[in-house]
């Protein structure tokens, strides 16, 4: 048990570790490309509030028009991360390419969110209006379902990127099963998340934003794809605990002795 403790701790640090550094190393980029996000939030509220003095059907659709637009932009940035995540630089050209290859994951991607927001604001307090035991079974299952997504959709874009040849069901499945076989992480990586977001309502969005939470997401997936590896080449192995330090070997190689003062003062190293 403690060993297996050690190993997850291993694999969660240097996680935590590379995801900063890519960050760090790609500051610029992020606040460009979160600029962007901002500038859609900004113009998603402002069409869904114009829509809503029509009806609500037509703010409904702005909503759904809102977050298609994010999900398609996420389908760019999501392929910038990924160069990130593999110590490239090729930011622009990597988004405009991204966005033309992913557009069919991004709009599936667009239909999981469109699913969870109205799920939130319409389905869930619809069941508990009922106010009986039908309709709390029926909101639980329908709070478990955000849950279900919440876990699942990190995964998503990362595995498009490292697994480009399935179609877009396909990686929502397999980002389902991943989120199951890895509840340990998920749990932990979300719980990441949150505090990202957090710091993100400080800087209003540029820092890490919604970029720097993908890059984060990308670097999780692809050290959980690099655990998946190596059980394939080796069968025998037992799956609670690999052996981290020989996995991340070359990732670590990759990253270097780095440390916060020598990224501040660098003249000094």
């Known amino acids: 048990m403690l060993s297996g403790l050690r190993t997850f701790l291993g694999m969660k640090g240097f996680f935590i570790k590379k995801a900063f550094f890519d960050g760090w190393d790609n500051l610029i980029g992020i606040v460009l490309f979160n600029l962007a996000y901002i500038a859609l939030l900004m113009a998603g509220l402002y069409a869904s509030l114009l829509a809503g003095e029509v009806n609500a059907a037509a703010a409904a659709g702005a909503t759904a028009l809102s977050l298609a637009l994010v999900s398609i932009v996420m389908g760019g940035t999501a392929a910038v991360t ?156 037992d799956r609670k605990h690999i052996p981290w330090e020989d996995v991340l070997y070359d990732e670590k190689e990759k990253i270097g002795p780095r440390s916060l003062k020598s990224m501040i003062f660098p003249w000094k190293y």
Not at 176 to 191: K, Q, R, T, V, W
Not at 197 to 225: E, N
């Open 82 to 237: 990924h160069s990130y995540s593999d110590y490239r630089r090729d930011s622009w050209h990597a988004f405009i390419s991204g966005i033309r290859r992913n557009i069919g994951h991004s709009l599936l991607f667009s239909l999981i969110l469109i699913v969870a927001v109205f799920n939130i604001r319409l389905i869930i307090p619809f069941y508990l209006s009922y106010g009986n035991a039908f309709g709390y079974v029926l909101a639980l299952v329908m709070i478990w379902l955000e849950v279900i997504i919440v876990l699942a959709v990190p995964y998503y874009f990362p595995l498009m990127n490292l697994l480009p040849a399935d179609r877009p069901v396909k990686t929502a499945k397999k980002c389902l099963l991943i989120a199951g076989d890895n509840m340990g992480f998920s749990l932990f990586f979300l719980l990441y998340s949150l505090v990202l977001a957090v710091l993100s309502l400080f800087t209003m969005g540029l820092i890490p934003g919604v970029t720097g939470i993908q890059l984060a997401a990308q670097d999780a997936m692809k050290l959980l794809m690099m655990k998946y590896d190596y059980l394939e080449g080796n069968p025998d192995a």
